[in-house]
């Protein structure tokens, strides 16, 4: 806002003009408002003046603030004036003089208020105040609305909370938020607060990971205020998915209008959708597209165009086309997790210009959006693009596969999954390893350069040789450090596409090598084209959301055993049903109450969801298969007495909602950990790591908290309803990096009937699966920050009344033990060494 006037108003004050507004600061104060504020759109007869910091601190403003408005603000055509000094209101003797004194109405929030551009200056619950106050000369006080200008939705909201069953609803700046009750209530900078609110209708914000209620107890909330039209906002990974989203809307019986974040809370990737139609038949539409990647313009509302390549944003990502028509790929849902990439149409060319159009695209795109990305082809490569890529050295064959190295598995042909629009698993890597990129292959001279992802005519799958690690297209995209590929197979085409030639010598090896896969094992990563289609349809994984490991957990000899992170398999949930005898139906009836208190649950209708979830509640059970029992098999280098459990528990934790908050464990023995758990070494768990999310429990005589910032921990509360202690737990071979180890005096009178923390705590942030850590072991930014938040999670767990847990099996997983693990041990895990943080 351009500044107009200044003005030497009274004391050590300035009192400037911006456009319609003003602000008052102190002399010589930097200009802390130059950048960009939440300034309100100008209301007839109204002046808007916000106060300085620096003004704000200074004692003398209220003295100063009758002449300051006097001379440069009241006019003959001011009707009024809304001062933004945080808790003007609360004392309302000044604001009621300025009143009578100027015979003018006055305006003042009796706590802080919001200034962020899109906030509509909002000063209601969660601020510290009510909201504006409206001082009119010679009248008591009254309201004078939350928002600035006062939306015309704002009057069919409620100003403070109030709950339903199973659900607590709070005011927001951009309407109201529905959160689940055992949810904490959203602060000033929490995500729900930085939603920007919309003149024209109230926003339905739903709680982010963690928060998030059941999509019918949503529709009731909207129902009962008779919110019409309704925009949602979902902020967790949960209610963003097609099936959350579908089933709101069929509970409301109309459509809805999806305003999509720019990122949810895990900060995964930044969607195409800006806002979609989520139709009641459970269809959805793109109404907005963010804004276009550098190098591309805005074509219309839902795409964009960059030269003769144009780009349509359908619900599951981008579709780059160079012919007419919209595609059959927009009939795929959005995906919270990760997105598609579609090359051409159905039936149509896809040239060079068309690669060059998607490296384009790729290379302006954010690191952590390419790594969830997936690759479509729709269209046919003609023969000019056909042979740039021939004779370009594709990176599935630079290299042959290393010493050992099992040769790769080819596509089978199953029909029932053939969905060209549905989601592609990520390519394959060894169980607890990180997916690596390789190199990319470099071009022809005078050749375009494509992303090593674009340059094969065929889809790599890699495979593993001990601990060598693997390769995926998408990193080579990435620009990550690079090791050989393995071998590529073939991607699928047409049985008409297909040379006789090459038919009769590929299609005997890739059937005896189908041949041999085990019964169990989990199918090929990647669909395959109806031989009926005429064209193309390759599915390259240009990046994953997860690792996806092979089918079976894999075992070293004399080492842990690696668990594999990935869905299991019909075989060996058929497995796992038996061996589990008894305990299972008696667990059962804890996963079938669970699926009917819980909608978002039911909706997972695959047939293996309840052997997945049954496998969890026996991990956390007394029984067999339970958490003493399982870990000292895992770290032994076996799968565990009931055959199935491991697969089954592994893929039961994927469906469980991740938790983002602190994580207490505790142990009985602190001593000597001084040096065992310095800032920034690593700490690895073989086995599941089990933590409480509660932090108001203690376990009897520990002497030790250890607070983990968690990365993958899925929380359990969901399935086991009712616990004295909500637990969660973090997938095998999780890594922890170690911040600090804080220790605090004695307080003399402590209470000495009353369960208190222990002195000492260790506080750790969880690595990402695929994370790379400093040789130095110094602590990073991202350390600080997670070290800042656990401060504070410790410190109210310290000032708190706690409860004492002395459940056996629940004390035994909160206090087992660690291992610290070298980076050179990952083969040998024998020279690690056991860090006890538990009797």
Known sequence: M????????????????????????????????AGPIGWPEPVDGHVFVLVSPGAAKDGSLITALPALLHRSVVAKDVEAVRIALPGLGRDPFVPQALADALDIEIFAPDGAFIAEPGALLYAGHGTGGTGWLRFRPGAPACPG?????????????????????????????????????????????????????????????????????????????????????????????????????????????????????????????????????????????????????????????????????????????????????????????????????????????????????????????????????????????????????????AIATRAGPPAGTKRAEPVQRQEEQVRPSAPVAAPQAAEGEAVRPVAEAPSPQGAPVMPAALMVSSAPVPTMSGSTPTATAHEAVAGVPQVPPAPAVPMSVTRQEIPA?????????????????????APAPMPVVEETRTEVLAHAAVGAREPVAPSESRVVPGTALVVADRASTAAEQTRFTAAAGDEYGEALATVNAALATWPSMRGQTDSGVKADY???????????????????????????????????????????????????????????????????????EPGFLVGSMDLDVTVPDADLDVLIWPASARRTSE???????????????????????????????????????????ALFRELAPDETVAASGELDEHDLAVLAKLDRALERRRRGALRLIEEPGLRGRMTSSLYEWHEDVSSSPAKGQTVTLAS
């Not at 949810?264 to 990647?293: C, I, S, T, W």
């Not at 994580?663 to 690895?684: F, Y």
């Open 145 to 393: 609305g939350r928002r600035y200008p006062v939306p015309a939705w704002e009057t069919a909201i409620p100003a403070t909370p109030f709950g339903v069953p199973g659900a607590i609803v709070e005011p927001v700046p951009a309407g109201l938020l529905v959160r689940r009750p055992d949810a904490s209530s959203p602060a000033l900078g929490d995500v729900a607060f930085s939603v920007p609110a919309d003149s024209s209708v109230a926003k339905i914000v739903v709680g982010g990971e963690g928060a998030a209620p059941a999509a019918g107890l949503v529709s009731i909330v909207v129902g009962r205020l008779s919110l019409v039209p309704t925009r949602l906002v979902p902020l967790s990974t949960t209610t963003s998915t097609h099936a959350w989203l579908s089933e709101f809307a069929k509970s409301l019986s109309r459509d809805v209008v999806v305003e999509i974040p720019p990122t949810d809370v895990k900060k995964r990737y930044r969607p195409f959708v800006a806002k979609l139609l989520q139709r009641a038949d459970g269809g959805q539409k793109v109404l907005e597209a963010v804004v276009p990647p550098r190098g591309w313009q805005r074509r219309d509302a839902f795409g964009y165009r960059r030269g003769q390549v144009m780009a349509d944003v359908v619900p599951s990502g981008l579709v780059l086309r160079t012919g007419a028509g919209a595609s059959v790929a927009s009939a795929a849902p959005f995906d919270p997790e990760g997105w598609t990439l579609y090359l051409g149409t159905a039936g149509d060319p896809i040239g060079p210009e068309l690669l060059s159009g998607a490296e384009a695209l790729l290379g302006e795109l954010a690191p952590e959006t390419r790594k969830v990305a997936r690759l479509e082809l729709l269209g046919l490569l003609d023969d000019k693009t056909r042979n740039l890529i021939d004779r370009t050295p």
């Open 501 to 521: 030639e090459t038919e009769q010598k590929e299609l005997p090896e890739a059937a005896s090598v189908a041949a041999a896969r085990s019964e169990d094992s």
């Open 614 to 684: 049954v496998a969890v509640c026996l991990y956390l059970g007394r029984g067999r298969g339970g958490f003493g029992d399982l870990n000292t098999a895992v770290r032994g280098g076996v799968a565990g007495e009931i055959d199935g459990q491991v697969s089954c528990l592994a893929s039961g934790l994927r469906r469980l909602p991740t938790h983002r908050r602190a994580v207490l464990r505790q142990s009985k023995d602190a001593q000597g950990l001084e040096g065992t758990i310095a800032p920034g070494s690593i700490l690895t």
């Open 719 to 761: 399935l086991l309803i009712g616990q004295p202690v909500n637990e969660v737990v973090f997938f095998a071979g999780a890594r922890f990096k170690a911040l600090a180890l804080r220790a605090t005096e004695p307080v003399d009178g402590e209470p000495g009937d009353e369960p208190t923390a222990p002195r000492v705590a």
């Open 2 to 33: 351009n500044r107009d006037t200044v003005d030497q108003g009274a004391g050590d004050f300035l009192v400037e003009r911006r456009g319609a507004h003003v602000l008052i600061r102190r002399i010589g104060e930097a200009d802390a408002q």
